[in-house]
Nanobody, 127 residues
Framework: QVQLVESGGGLVQAGGSLRVSCAASGLTLSNYPMGWFRQAPGKEREVVAAITWSGGTTYYADSVKGRGTISRDNAKNTVYLQMNRLKPEDTAVYYC????????????????????WGQGTQVTVSS
C-alpha cells in the first residue's frame, strides 16, 4: 500500500522559515518525480515545486521562486520543501505527490500528472 505522509507544518510568523517533509512507503521513491502542492481555503490546489527522479532538475511556481527549495533523499525515501521568507498568502495545506513521469518537464505543474497523494500538512503564516 502506497503512503505519502507529510510532516513539519505549523504556525510561523511572516518572514520566518519552515521545512516540510514527505516520507514515502510502499513505493521506491527514486522511481517517481515528486511534487509539492498547496491548497488554501476556497481556492484550487496549486503546484508549489517539483523535482525529477534523481533531483537533478527542479521546478518552482512563480509565487515561491527564490523562497522555496525542493529536495529529495532517495535513500531515505523522503522529499522536502524548505520555505523561507514566508508570507501570509503561503498559508495552506501542503501536499506531496508522486508523479507519473510522462513528459514531466511539460506537465510538472498539473495535478493530473501525479498518481499518489499524501494527506497534507497545515502551514499557517501569521502577519
Amino acid at each position: 500500500q502506497v503512503q505519502l505522509v507529510e510532516s513539519g507544518g505549523g504556525l510561523v510568523q511572516a518572514g520566518g522559515s519552515l521545512r516540510v517533509s514527505c516520507a514515502a512507503s510502499g513505493l521506491t521513491l527514486s522511481n517517481y518525480p515528486m511534487g509539492w502542492f498547496r491548497q488554501a481555503p476556497g481556492k484550487e490546489r496549486e503546484v508549489v515545486a517539483a523535482i525529477t527522479w534523481s533531483g537533478g532538475t527542479t521546478y518552482y511556481a512563480d509565487s515561491v521562486k527564490g523562497r522555496g527549495t525542493i529536495s529529495r533523499d532517495n535513500a531515505k525515501n523522503t522529499v522536502y520543501l524548505q520555505m523561507n521568507r514566508l508570507k501570509p498568502e503561503d498559508t495552506a495545506v501542503y501536499y506531496c505527490a508522486a508523479g507519473r513521469g510522462f513528459l514531466f518537464s511539460s506537465t510538472w505543474w498539473r495535478t493530473g500528472s501525479y498518481d499518489y497523494w499524501g494527506q497534507g500538512t497545515q502551514v499557517t503564516v501569521s502577519s
